[in-house]
């Protein structure tokens, strides 16, 4: 059988991008495939320590996919966040140096939503197969390009298609295989990741600390949990992994200021190596790529996933269109609509982050210390800190249709 369009990858952005293509009413009688070498096979049973903090923006991409019902029905799935609270490193939690975000601002019932990526996976998978989508378990190993199609090889034999999307991570195997490079800056750094109880409610608030030497974030989870995300550089990292849970649990609460009293491990911590990657073309004729594969910021805004669910709606409207006027899915031109749409702006997210992980998370210099008395000047100015929050919320910019406000 031949397809349309085949997926490599069902990570949120890969599983979300095939709901969207397989329920569009214009793209009807298209043929998807979406393969990955770790397709689950079951609904997750166990807590994935990987968790995102869901954009309005997102929140609109996935109810377009079908996946966010799915999601609001599920007892304890999504963890809605009122307020975002940042402070610096030399500074009270509480202080005049603080920010804080508040959804109430902009007349907005929560900022986003904490979700675990398993959840949000399964979610998107389901409506995807819902909507008739073909899902397949393998690896893909080489594509082979022609003048009306690709091959791809997997290690479930050899399939045909219009277009292939690499939706397959940061290491992606369809840009190498494409020959499209990649610009990878690695920040030698870890981020660590674990759940935790606190002393005190988490009062629906995403906690956030510039430390000098690299970031602290407890994100408020639905269970009354947190989930702590700390990226700090390498050699920093693996000598808290090493630690005895209770000296570990001793300097995470030292390090976040008591700001949520005594925190304890609920988990086991895991760890993830930080990058950024910047693709200069995001699309050759009959490929092109999406979310992580495209581009991969720091992890301090959390916005990784949110970019990459816009990069899923923008292509499918793109590929929609596309559809209605007879055009070819994989012509270099329909894929060119899409990289002008998206990679401008996902660069100058990328680079924002970059900023910000430099002068804010290890700013102990003059320039740094600026950045983070800026900190205390945006929160007392409504006007930037409305600016950030429409951004962060996803609410600003050139929005494909399905994200944007009502
Ligand atoms: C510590 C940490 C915290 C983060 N927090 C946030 C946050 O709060 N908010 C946010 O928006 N983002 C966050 N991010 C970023 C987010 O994790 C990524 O942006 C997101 O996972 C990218 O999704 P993706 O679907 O593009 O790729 P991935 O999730 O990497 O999925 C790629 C898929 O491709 C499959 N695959 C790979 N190679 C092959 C192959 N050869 N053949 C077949 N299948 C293949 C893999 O099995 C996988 O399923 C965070 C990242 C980190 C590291």
């Known amino acids: 059988m031949s397809f349309d369009v085949a997926i490599v990858g069902s990570g949120p952005v890969g599983a979300t991008l095939a709901a969207l293509l397989a329920r569009d009413p214009r793209s009807r009688g298209a043929r998807v495939l979406l393969l990955d070498r770790e397709l689950p096979a079951a609904a997750p049973q166990a807590t994935d320590l990987r968790v995102f903090a869901l954009s309005r923006a997102s929140e609109r991409?996935?109810?377009?996919?079908?996946?966010?019902?799915?999601?609001?029905?599920?007892?304890?799935?999504?963890?809605?966040?009122?307020?975002?609270?940042?402070?610096?490193?030399?500074?009270?939690?509480?202080?005049?140096?603080?920010?804080?975000?508040?959804?109430?601002?902009?007349?907005?019932?929560?900022?986003?939503?904490?979700?675990?990526?398993a959840r949000l996976q399964w979610a998107?998978?389901?409506?995807?197969?819902?909507?008739?989508?073909?899902?397949?378990?393998?690896?893909?190993?080489?594509?082979?390009?022609?003048?009306?199609?690709?091959?791809?090889?997997?290690?479930?034999?050899?399939?045909?298609?219009?277009?292939?999307?690499?939706?397959?991570?940061?290491?992606?195997?369809?840009r190498r295989l494409a020959g499209l490079g990649a610009e990878v800056q690695d920040y030698g750094q870890l981020a660590v990741v674990a759940n935790l109880s606190a002393q005190h409610p988490h009062e629906q608030t995403a906690w956030q600390r510039f430390l000098g030497e690299g970031t602290l974030a407890l994100l408020p989870l639905a269970s009354g949990e947190c989930s702590l995300v700390w990226s700090v550089p390498q050699a920093q990292a693996r000598?808290?992994?090493?630690?005895?849970?209770?000296?570990?649990?001793?300097?995470?609460?030292?390090?976040?200021?008591?700001?949520?009293?005594?925190?304890?491990?609920?988990?086991?911590?895991?760890?993830?190596?930080?990058?950024?990657?910047?693709?200069?073309?995001?699309?050759?004729?009959?490929?092109?790529?999406?979310?992580?594969?495209?581009?991969?910021?720091?992890?301090?805004?959390?916005?990784?996933?949110?970019?990459?669910?816009?990069?899923?709606?923008?292509?499918?409207?793109?590929?929609?269109?596309?559809?209605?006027?007879r055009e070819d899915p994989g012509a270099l031109r329909t894929l060119r609509r899409y990289e002008r749409w998206r990679k401008g702006e996902n660069a100058l997210m990328g680079r924002a982050f970059d900023l910000m992980n430099r002068f804010l998370a290890f700013g102990r210099d003059t320039t740094g210390g600026l950045a983070q008395r800026g900190l205390g000047w945006v929160d007392r100015s409504m006007l930037l800190k409305r600016l950030f929050m429409e951004r962060a919320l996803g609410l600003a910019g050139d929005l494909p249709r399905i994200a944007r406000r009502g």
């Open 61 to 117: 991409v996935l109810d377009a996919a079908g996946a966010w019902a799915a999601l609001a029905a599920s007892p304890g799935a999504l963890g809605a966040y009122e307020r975002m609270h940042v402070w610096p490193e030399r500074g009270a939690p509480r202080s005049a140096g603080a920010l804080t975000f508040d959804a109430a601002t902009l007349s907005e019932p929560n900022i986003g939503y904490i979700v675990e990526n």
């Open 124 to 174: 998107a998978l389901q409506a995807f197969v819902a909507a008739g989508g073909v899902v397949q378990s393998a690896e893909l190993r080489g594509l082979h390009f022609g003048p009306s199609g690709v091959t791809l090889d997997t290690s479930a034999g050899p399939r045909e298609a219009r277009l292939v999307v690499g939706a397959d991570g940061a290491r992606s195997a369809v």
């Open 239 to 325: 000598r808290l992994l090493a630690l005895e849970p209770a000296a570990f649990e001793a300097e995470l609460t030292a390090a976040s200021g008591g700001v949520l009293g005594e925190l304890t491990l609920r988990s086991a911590r895991a760890a993830f190596p930080l990058r950024r990657v910047e693709v200069p073309r995001y699309a050759i004729e009959r490929c092109v790529l999406v979310g992580d594969a495209a581009h991969m910021v720091h992890p301090l805004a959390g916005q990784g996933v949110n970019l990459g669910l816009l990069d899923a709606a923008a292509l499918a409207e793109v590929l929609a269109v596309a559809r209605r006027e």
